[in-house]
């Protein structure tokens, strides 16, 4: 199985400043169609996961543009331009390189 | 607007079993994939399975391999879990999640708890 590792666990962070979260797979996730198979989805709190970026950098529909991602093979970037108090959460990366699909142990985003 | 709603979730005795609902709503439900994930008490998400569009192939995490069964009906915009032999650490919230033409995942219901317990 491919082994999703992120960093920090946790993240405190003053409104308007950026926020950065990282993503390690084990192996790579870059398919032979061409596609990296890389998702981000945040986690409200008591709220179902959402989608926010997929195959690496491409923002999911109504994502706002202050979420970017970014990265390639192993390693992968989550950004946030200036956190706003909606961008509180977990954040989980997810591989769909292959089955089985693994989730990062997830990024708690919590406002200063 | 994409609607999924998961139902039959409660508490149940260990070896037990419990066959799990999700309806889906506001898109061609024949056309996409779809899939279970679960998350445990204070704990991260855990891809459960998956089934494509037909219902033709079928995918399960090995925790859940010989036990779980995915399955749907097209005609009804339903998805099912049908779980037997249910042990303390399937005790979860259960999401069923629908993919999209490029993008897996793309929108989650709100859960169903399960709870294994004697």
């Known amino acids: 199985d491919i082994v999703m590792t992120q960093t920090p666990l946790s993240l405190s962070v003053t409104p308007g400043q950026p926020a950065s979260i990282s993503c390690k797979s084990s192996?790579?996730?870059?398919?032979?169609?061409?596609?990296?198979?890389l998702y981000w989805y945040l986690q409200r709190p008591g709220q179902p996961p959402q989608l926010l970026i997929y195959e690496v950098s491409n923002r999911f529909s109504g994502v706002t543009e202050r979420f970017s991602g970014s990265g390639s093979g192993t390693d992968f970037t989550l950004k946030i331009s200036r956190v706003e108090a909606e961008d509180v959460g977990i954040y989980y990366c997810m591989q769909s390189r292959q089955l089985p699909r693994t989730f990062g142990q997830g990024t708690k985003v919590e406002i200063k | 607007e994409v609607q999924l709603v998961e139902s039959g979730g409660g508490l149940v005795q260990p070896g037990g079993s419990l066959r799990l609902s999700c309806a889906a709503s506001g898109f061609t439900f024949t056309s996409l994939d779809m899939n279970w994930v679960r998350q445990a008490p204070g704990k991260g998400l855990e891809w459960v399975s998956s089934?494509?569009?037909?219902?033709?192939?079928?995918y399960y995490a090995d925790s859940v391999k010989g036990r779980f069964t995915i399955s749907r009906d097209n005609a009804k915009n339903s998805l099912y879990l049908q779980m037997n032999s249910l042990r303390a650490e399937d005790t979860a919230l259960y999401y069923c999640a629908r993919n999209g033409p490029t993008s897996e995942h793309e929108y989650w219901g709100p859960g169903t708890l399960v709870t294994v317990s004697s």
């Open positions: 089934i494509t569009s037909t219902g033709s192939n079928m």
């Open positions: 192996q790579s996730l870059l398919h032979t169609n061409g596609k990296t198979h």
